[in-house]
């Protein structure tokens, strides 16, 4: 498709486990942004990569989350040892390049940890 | 901490009414961006507006970005039950990389 997708877009796992959230961007887009949003409220920033630059980390909440931008398209957000607040929706979105343009966002993942 | 604050933060009108939402900051923006999400979808942008002073008109959508562009509103005319959704600002901060800050979000709901 032409938009952004995201998988899985619902997942359930217990609390401990490691989860794998993926993120496929709009081809040709260089940067590539990571948010939660809680409750349907606000976004919280949690990384971005542009191009081959190094990705600006500061949004991740602990050392428990982690990232990764495999050739400069396809995103892997992984958390460890899940805890119940990690519940949330997880968006992502892609852009041209990272000067103010419009982001495009996937329908997110929405995770639920028991 | 950059915050963007977002008033209100629910409103439920009746179909035909006038509304304006509010996002405010003590920090300045490079730009501002409003963005629309439905249930189940991510957001989707609706204006970007760059200028200190600037006003978008989109349709029955007025965007405002202020003098110190700090803050910005937008104002519906006659909603429509279609306007329903969450609304959300979004500034833009360049400080050696783009960064976008967004705001808490209001949930707008339009009866028919």
């Known amino acids: 498709g032409a938009g952004v997708s995201q998988s899985p877009s619902n997942k359930v796992t217990e609390k401990g486990k490691d989860v794998e959230l993926r993120c496929d961007p709009i081809?040709?887009?260089?940067?590539l942004y990571w948010y939660r949003q809680s409750l349907g409220q606000g976004l919280e920033f949690l990384i971005y990569f542009q191009g081959n630059s190094a990705p600006d980390k500061s949004g991740l909440p602990s050392d428990r989350f982690s990232a990764e931008r495999t050739g400069g398209s396809v995103s892997t957000l992984t958390i460890q040892r899940t805890q119940q607040e990690d519940s949330a929706v997880y968006l992502c979105?892609?852009?041209?390049?990272?000067?103010?343009?419009?982001?495009?966002f996937g329908p997110g993942t929405r995770l639920t940890v028991l | 901490t950059q915050l963007l604050e977002q008033s209100p933060q629910f409103l439920s009108i009746q179909e035909g009414e006038n509304l304006t939402v509010y996002c405010n900051s003590s920090?300045?923006?490079?730009?501002l961006q409003w963005y629309r999400q439905e249930p189940g979808e991510g957001p989707v942008l609706l204006v970007t507006v760059v200028t200190g002073g600037e006003v978008k008109k989109l349709k029955r959508l007025t965007f405002q970005f202020g003098d110190a562009r700090k803050d910005s509103s937008l104002h519906i005319t006659a909603a429509q039950p279609g306007d329903t959704g969450l609304y959300l600002c979004?500034?833009?901060?360049?400080?050696?990389?783009?960064?976008?800050?967004f705001g808490t979000g209001t949930r707008l709901k339009v009866l028919a």
């Open positions: 979105a892609s852009s041209l390049d990272v000067s103010g343009h419009e982001q495009f």
């Open positions: 979004a500034g833009i901060v360049t400080s050696g990389t783009y960064k976008y800050i």
């Open positions: 081809s040709g887009h260089t940067a």
């Open positions: 920090s300045v923006f490079s730009s």
